[in-house]
């Protein structure tokens, strides 16, 4: 097989792996100012999406412009989520350079989608194609790619430790190639209940000293576990976003969650915010968490929200995932102030943050990657690619880390 990396490599976002010039896996954006998108829009046979983050789904509808009408494979999480991220595109950038694609060609993909379960092999392109489950959100697949004479593993985005909302991975087929995400490659996350342990104890805190917790997530995957860890310790809490349509279809999905009914009583735990009549300016002084989008401060009701609550020290902003250079998320943390609303804004709340990753960290990823000892190693979706190949090299494996628009043969 040639492998084309069109995005995704030596770097996270805008993700595109092509094979053969035929199958195309993800196609996502990187998002930036301006956002950047794969270094070309193949015309391939058909199409294989790992999950819904925008970084591997947001330039999917640009695939069915023109006469193209490439099959579009997912699991049903996913599809709904592209559709989600892909209409919320539109209504923030339609009809600019920002927004590759029109209404027409999101309309498109609804009629080339077809869905695939965990462990149920299709065809697709020539391909032999199966998923597995990836562990990182619902609906997050590991992909193998068969042509007969070799099985090429494309690890999509994973985690290995479970979470409230999925469980880690466990699958681990065998392979001839793998292409691995390197996102935490050189990251030791804290155990999970340590960092969760820590989060409830803070926001108990300021809640019984009478202040509001701002609790800025990402609307998919992170924002459904936020409140399931309101919903187990009794958190009163707010949901407002996006975040609130992707809890409400992930309820249609039961099998793609560790535990759907914990997920439905963090639903009906947490009150969803209609942001009618003045409703988010009042709730800042209910004393409770409020989990909104958006999760780097770069948009949504955290605009509002956050202004709120600033100048009031006994209040907290907790961050809850990773916050990219030169986002208002990473300069709140950074310098106590923020951009928000094209004004910079000093806070005086308490700011904290908290590795809530769905991603594998280095343990993970040598953990998963000691499956495949023997087993040529690609590494892409990472910013120190290299780093890693190079530790991989050091341990014994065949592992290369190529540069976007480089293409390599498994």
Same mark, same amino acid.
């Given at each position: 097989?040639d492998?084309?990396f ?8 805008r ?17 930036? %100012? ?11 046979d ?23 009408r490439p099959?579009?494979?997912w ?19 339609g009809g ?6 029109t ?5 498109r ?11 149920? %092999? ?13 562990? $990182?959100?619902?609906? %997050? ?9 070799? #099985?090429?593993?494309y690890?999509g985005?994973? $985690? ?24 935490? %490659? ?37 924002t ?10 009794d ?10 349509r ?24 947490? #009150?969803?915010?209609?942001g ?18 958006s ?49 910079i804004?000093p ?14 960290d #280095? ?6 990657l000691d499956s495949?000892?023997d087993?040529?190693?690609?590494v ?7 780093a890693?190949?190079?530790t991989?090299?050091?341990n ?6 190529p ?8």
């Amino acid at each position: 097989m040639d492998v084309q990396f069109l995005g995704g490599a030596g770097e996270i976002g805008r993700s595109a792996v092509l094979i053969d010039e035929s199958l195309l896996l993800d196609f996502g954006m990187l998002t930036d %100012s301006p956002p950047q998108f794969p270094v070309r829009t193949p015309s391939p046979d058909a199409v294989v999406v790992s999950h819904g983050h925008l970084d591997h789904v947001g330039n999917i509808p640009a695939l069915v412009s023109g006469d193209a009408r490439p099959p579009i494979h997912w699991t049903p999480p996913t599809y709904e989520l592209a559709m989600t991220l892909a209409r919320d595109t539109l209504k923030l950038h339609g009809g600019t350079v920002n927004c590759p694609f029109t209404e027409t060609n999101v309309r498109r993909v609804t009629q080339v989608s077809e869905t695939h379960g965990y462990r149920e %092999s299709f065809e697709a392109a020539g391909y032999e194609v199966t998923f597995y489950n990836a562990g $990182h959100i619902p609906g %997050s697949a590991h992909v193998l790619v068969d042509d007969g004479d070799t #099985r090429l593993l494309y690890t999509g985005d994973f $985690h290995t430790d479970d979470q409230r909302l999925v469980s880690g991975t466990t699958a681990r087929p065998g392979a001839d190639a793998i292409i691995c995400e390197s996102t935490y %490659s050189d990251v030791e996350h804290e155990p999970r209940t340590t960092v969760e342990e820590r989060f409830v104890e803070s926001v108990e805190t300021t809640l019984w000293e009478g202040g509001t917790v701002v609790v800025p997530a990402f609307a998919i995957g992170r924002t459904q576990e936020m409140l399931l860890i309101c919903e187990a310790h009794d958190i009163p809490c707010y949901v407002d976003g996006m975040g609130k349509r992707v809890t409400e279809m992930l309820g249609q999905y039961p099998e793609f969650v560790r535990d759907a009914d914990a997920l439905q009583r963090a639903k009906s735990h947490a #009150r969803f915010v209609t942001g009618k009549d003045g409703q988010r300016k009042r709730i800042t002084d209910q004393k409770a968490a409020i989990v909104t989008t958006s999760g780097m401060l770069s948009g949504g009701p955290a605009m509002t929200y956050i202004p709120e609550i600033r100048a009031n020290p006994m209040n907290k902003i907790t961050m809850t995932g990773y916050q990219v250079q030169g986002t208002p998320g990473r300069d709140l943390l950074e310098t106590g102030s923020a951009e928000i609303d094209g004004r910079i804004m000093p806070v005086s709340a308490r700011i904290e943050q908290y590795d809530f990753s769905a991603h594998a960290d #280095r343990d993970g990823l040598l953990e998963y990657l000691d499956s495949y000892r023997d087993t040529p190693v690609v590494v892409n979706h990472g910013d120190r690619c290299g780093a890693f190949a190079d530790t991989l090299r050091e341990n014994g494996y065949d592992a290369t880390a190529p540069e976007v628009g480089a293409t390599v043969t498994v």
